[in-house]
């Protein structure tokens, strides 16, 4: 077939005209490839720079985007493989980044900030497809990218973290945030299921004139997401848990609602389009945390969905912003706030209201406010407070709220209308996954039969893409026609009526590199997580501050707290002598923390430390010895021996101080808590009381234990302690017990914690980069999944591999693929594969070839071929030739149903008017043959007949 390539040179395009072969092909999937390859074959060298392109059925424009592939045979024979791509491989060559841009006409024009490479970014599918946008129509290529709101999918907002990613790496991790797929046509991009023309799908089965040739071929994707239930995980923004009986947001309890595929039955919007007749019931439990079809049958399969994007919620947009007069304050006001939702009685204690911009210069920061509902000339007002950022004070005359900025309103309790509809909105997340995945996924692969498609191209042939639907049937496969969408189509250039076509109702869009390249965007979800962190560590700072007035009354040596704004000082001790005790065991070898922990559920104080003693370093202690001699001078108590538990802790404004009760005159202790201090050393008492931590009173029925013992000490450039601990108590570094970890209880890297004198990584990644930061060894920490090596040898974490330079390859799809010899062993009797000569061989010890099965062409015809040689010394012996040639005529000869009956080792029988068997094994040719006629006068010329012993030929 005859094609033209347009080559670019001198700043024009010069045309050549190119033979490709008959495998070249064109192959587009959904989420995935959209690609041209063209092979053929030129007698002199062209370069083909990239940039270089073919205009596909006339009208579809694919570019050469990496240097050309060819090999040369000799000097005037040189072969071309050319992967041309579409349009959107400009994807794969732009930095995704963040900035606000000015726009004509709908387009992008100018960057009207500095861009970001490393940002969080909150938007809807359609959002996030604007500024992929934006990206490309200022990168200086071919301009006319776009996004339609009407193409991409409503959707909650959902924050995503890039860093230093290229568009086309983020698309399928943008449409996997809202559960989705990805699309490019032409040059707009979409964000919504790739389905076309549904109900116009066409009838398609296997068989004469119904489209579809022999070698279906059915795979199942996933077994894993049959499912007939679905548990949640809601939002906990703007949830009061002590008022809604649960930190994260629940589905409607005990609910009834019927969905058909599109439409609920109880959207009072949609009513007249709700189908009842394809309508399913669903049912949500009596805790809203899971849901399922009402007529469930079958053993129980389920499954879960993370709705954390959806949360009651307010979100608007500022109808007027402006700076203040007398101060350095930003506001903006928002009339369409109702006024029975007054913000500045809806916050939630101990927390401060916030702001999240979700549009605009401001997108994706997070401010204090200050909200006035009511107040004369500043009615539904909302003040910002300003914050530092990298030394610039924001909002700012360029970083400002403007008119028409998308915001939203956290740390606050919403009236109970909010809630319901929150409830509602991830109801109908959990009903439309569960609708979705609750058939098996399956992928069938079968080809058009083209006389059926040249008859019927005026009727299908447009209806035969990437995501249009056909009505398959087929009496093995599936009984009664379904409606199963095109997710694949590969068509040869040279046959475009007869494509091979991909069938499936699930698709995969993610494959192992782009799963790969989303390993840095975790950076940026670190740096965010510290940012949201920040609302946590209130609630420990309440119990600092807890802590701070109960040490106060705690007895110890010390006055009242100071409270200057800034300390200056030469050496900060922190600490009492009478706190400097630690436990160890009966070998003085310290014991890893004390592991006093708070049971929430059981309301008691617990420690599961057995055999442990007390040690106090310092009491009775007056001169300087070596640690050795000190350990003898230690005042020791044994603790209680099968650990110990509090009383059950009912009042939850009650805190508690924890001791250690040990006697004076003895070596035995007990643990003891009160809610009132008691002094260490008081002399009309008989035991010491070791204050060993703080208890602090409920909040948001939580309790925090805080241990008290030993001292830290800070000098410029140095600090002496402990223990280093994390505001929220999950990272530490334990220095006194030589352990560390830094995560937490689900996903962390420690040393001497989880397991003794051993380094863990739990449900972590671990990865080793090389100077150009790229992957050189990966672990899943949560899939288990790995990759080793890169270059010549590669282990990838899918299960495939290559070694040798992709001479040994094996994939999931194609099984395992040997490129180059194949030999049993290197000397002596022997099994070679060879692939040159396209045989496998069997050799003896002195190199000879005794068997050789290869092909045989025979015409037009191919044949299996078997030789096989015994030798005497250097000199073929005996040699004997088979192919099927042979076996086919005599398989047409031979009357099988006698056969079996007849046959006799080493014989061989052909049959019809006369019968024959040679036998060759160590005898002479010995040819029988019966039931020759006696006589020759109704013979034809030529045929033989038997006089008496003597066989004549007429």
Same mark, same amino acid.
């Given at each position: 077939?005859?094609?033209?390539? *347009? ?7 010069? @045309? ?54 060819? &090999? ?231 499954? #879960?969905?993370?709705?954390? &994007?959806? *949360? ?29 939702? %007054? ?53 700012? #005359? ?40 609750? +058939?098996?996924?399956?992928? *069938? ?5 083209? !006389? ?66 989303? !390993? ?30 109960? +040490? ?53 104080? !617990?420690?599961? %430390?057995?055999?442990?003693? /007390? ?12 640690? =050795? ?15 110990? @538990? ?24 007990? *643990? ?46 140095? !600090? ?95 099984? /395992? ?81 006698? +056969? ?21 094994? %160590? ?7 019966? =039931? ?23």
């Amino acid at each position: 077939m005859e094609i033209t390539l *347009y080559i670019p040179k001198d700043n024009k395009f010069e @045309e050549l005209l190119v033979n490709v072969d008959d495998n070249s092909y064109h192959y587009r999937e959904i989420m995935s490839d959209d690609n041209v390859i063209l092979n053929f074959s030129l007698a002199d060298f062209i370069d083909l720079p990239v940039g270089t392109y073919f205009m596909y059925k006339g009208v579809h424009k694919y570019t050469l985007y990496s240097p050309e592939n060819f &090999k040369k045979n000799h000097s005037q024979h040189y072969d071309y493989t050319l992967t041309l791509e579409s349009e959107q491989a400009q994807l794969k060559t732009i930095k995704f980044k963040m900035f606000v841009a000015k726009y004509e006409n709908g387009i992008a024009t100018k960057m009207d900030t500095a861009p970001r490479l490393k940002f969080s970014f909150t938007g809807t599918p359609y959002e996030f497809a604007k500024l992929m946008a934006d990206n490309l129509n200022l990168s200086g290529n071919e301009t006319g990218w776009k996004a339609n709101e009407n193409t991409c999918i409503k959707s909650e907002r959902v924050t995503l973290d890039f860093n230093h990613d290229y568009c086309f790496d983020v698309l399928s991790r943008i449409a996997e945030a809202f559960n989705t797929e990805w699309e490019i046509e032409g040059r707009e991009i979409r964000f919504a299921k790739v389905e076309k023309m549904k109900e116009s799908a066409i009838s398609l089965s296997y068989g004469y004139q119904r489209g579809i040739l022999g070698g279906i071929q059915r795979r199942q994707f996933d077994t894993s997401k049959v499912i007939n239930r679905v548990w949640i995980q809601g939002g906990d923004r703007n949830i009061r848990w002590d008022e809604y009986g649960s930190e994260t947001l629940h589905m409607p309890i005990d609910n009834t609602v019927r969905f058909d595929g599109t439409y609920f039955d109880d959207d009072a919007a949609n009513a007249d389009k709700f189908d009842s007749e394809k309508a399913v019931e669903y049912h949500t439990d009596s805790t809203g945390c899971y849901v399922e079809r009402t007529d469930r049958k079958g053993p129980l399969l389920e499954d #879960s969905l993370d709705v954390s &994007k959806v *949360y009651p919620m307010w979100e608007s947009k500022v109808e007027k912003a402006e700076k203040g007069t007398t101060n350095d304050f930003w506001y903006f006001w928002d009339s369409k706030i109702p006024d029975s939702l %007054n913000f500045s009685k809806q916050a939630l204690p101990e927390e401060k209201m916030t702001v999240i911009f979700q549009t605009g210069m401001l997108a994706g920061r997070e401010f204090e406010v200050v909200y006035m509902h009511d107040e004369p000339n500043v009615k539904k007002r909302f003040q910002l407070i300003p914050k530092e950022e990298n030394g610039q004070t924001v909002p700012d #005359s360029y970083l400002c709220p403007k008119e028409g900025d998308v915001y939203a309103v956290f740390h606050i309790k919403l009236p109970v209308e909010y809630v319901e509809d929150a409830e509602r909105r991830a109801r109908n997340e959990a009903i439309k996954y569960l609708y979705e995945n609750s +058939l098996p996924k399956y992928t *069938y692969d079968w080809q058009l039969d083209g !006389i059926y498609a040249k008859r019927e191209w005026g009727v299908s042939g447009g209806m035969l893409g990437c995501g249009n639907f056909v009505k398959f049937s087929d009496p093995q496969f599936l009984s009664e026609p379904v409606d199963i969408r095109i997710t694949a189509v590969k068509t040869l250039l040279s046959s475009s009526l007869s494509p091979q076509i991909t069938i499936s109702n699930n698709v995969s869009g993610k494959s192992l590199g782009s799963i790969i390249k989303e !390993i840095p965007a975790k950076e940026q979800e670190i740096e965010r997580g510290k940012q949201e962190a920040i609302e946590f560590s209130k609630r420990r700072f309440r119990d600092a501050k807890e802590t701070m007035e109960m +040490l106060k009354e705690s007895l110890l040596n010390f006055s009242e707290g100071v409270n200057p704004i800034t300390v200056q000082t030469m050496m900060m001790l922190v600490g009492d002598e009478s706190l400097q005790f630690r436990f160890v065991d009966n070998q003085n070898k310290p014991v890893k923390d004390s592991q006093f922990v708070y049971d929430q559920e059981n309301k008691k104080l !617990i420690t599961e %430390n057995k055999n442990t003693y /007390l040690q106090h370093l310092t009491l009775g202690i007056k001169d300087i010895t070596s640690e =050795n001699g000190k350990k003898n001078e230690y005042k020791t108590w044994q603790m209680p021996a099968s650990g110990w @538990e509090s009383d059950v802790i009912t009042d939850a404004d009650a805190k508690y101080y924890l001791y250690a009760k040990c006697r004076k005159n003895g070596s035995e202790g007990i *643990y003891q808590i009160s809610t009132t201090a008691i002094a260490m050393d008081k002399e009309d008492l008989p035991d010491y009381y070791f204050l060993v931590g703080i208890l602090n009173s409920e909040f948001e029925g939580v309790r925090s234990y805080v241990p008290l013992s030993g001292f830290t000490e800070i000098l410029p450039g140095r !600090i002496t302690t402990d223990r280093v601990v994390s505001a929220d108590g999950e990272s530490f570094m334990d220095l006194a017990n030589n352990a560390f970890r830094i995560g937490d209880e689900n996903s962390s890297l420690d040393w001497n914690v989880s397991e003794d004198e051993q380094l863990s990584i739990r449900n972590s990644n671990f990865e080793i980069k090389d100077a150009k930061n790229e992957s050189i060894a990966k672990i899943d920490g949560l899939s288990g999944a790995a990759m080793f090596g890169k270059g010549q040898n590669i282990f990838n974490a899918d299960g495939s591999f290559s070694f040798a330079n992709n001479n040994f390859l094996y994939d999931l799809i194609n099984g /395992l693929e040997i490129t180059g010899k194949i030999e049993s062993n290197k000397e002596g009797r022997r099994f070679v594969i060879d692939p040159e000569e396209r045989a496998f061989i069997m050799k003896n010890g002195d190199d000879k070839e005794l068997a050789k099965m290869s092909f045989n062409i025979v015409g037009e015809r191919l044949f299996p071929y078997l030789q096989l040689s015994e030798y005497e010394g250097d000199r073929i012996r005996r040699e004997t030739l088979l192919h099927t040639e042979l076996l086919w005529l005599t398989y047409y000869v031979r009357d099988e149903r006698r +056969l079996s009956s007849m046959l006799m080792p080493g014989d061989i029988f052909l049959r019809g008017e006369s019968s024959f068997s040679v036998s060759t094994i %160590n005898d002479p040719l010995k040819v029988i043959m019966k =039931n020759l006629p006696t006589d020759g006068q109704l013979l034809e010329p030529g045929q033989l007949w038997r006089n008496g012993n003597e066989l004549r030929i007429k």
